[in-house]
């Protein structure tokens, strides 16, 4: 099932996540819708607050990535409660872009490891290293569950200049291929 994409200036992408436990109602048909949704915008990963869920679950997908990036090609996964255990490397400029914050792409810095600690969509923990392209959107996702989004890291300046951008995806004035939902409430599962 395609869900609604929350949209840039509701409360749920400013707020922290909640790990979850196996007893979460139908993780593997969320994960799938969650997949599904995701493609069906266009993206690459999608973070259960970007579907109006409180919950610290993501979906990846990096393959669109596999020309420039042959090593995106079949990073696909599902991460339940992530934490990263370690960052390392140097920061790198990539143009991140974002299906919550459509219209708007920008040169965003991180570093280029990272190692992850979640548990799978069978509740099994698993640890995983990612580098380059992988790490990126694994880091893109992962913001959302901390309650930030990419141009939370970009320098005030050019926030101030996004700012008329950001103002028409809250007012609800940005059109979208995909179902956008503007309100400001949560709802829970």
Known sequence: ?????????HSILRKPTQDIDNTYPDIKQLIDDMFETMYSAYGVGLAAPQINLPI???VIDATPFKEK?????GFKIAMINPHIIEESGKEWAFEEGC???PGIHEDVMRKSNVTVKFLDSDFNEQTIGLDGVKARVFQHEYDHLQGKVFVDRLSNIRRAFLKRKLNEIVNGSVRVDYKMLRSIKPKHR
Not at 1 to 9: A, E, H, K
């Open 1 to 9: 099932m395609i869900l609604p994409i929350v949209g840039y200036g």
């Open 69 to 73: 990036y042959p090593e995106a090609e």
């Open 99 to 101: 299906l919550s914050v």
């Open 56 to 58: 610290s679950l993501l």
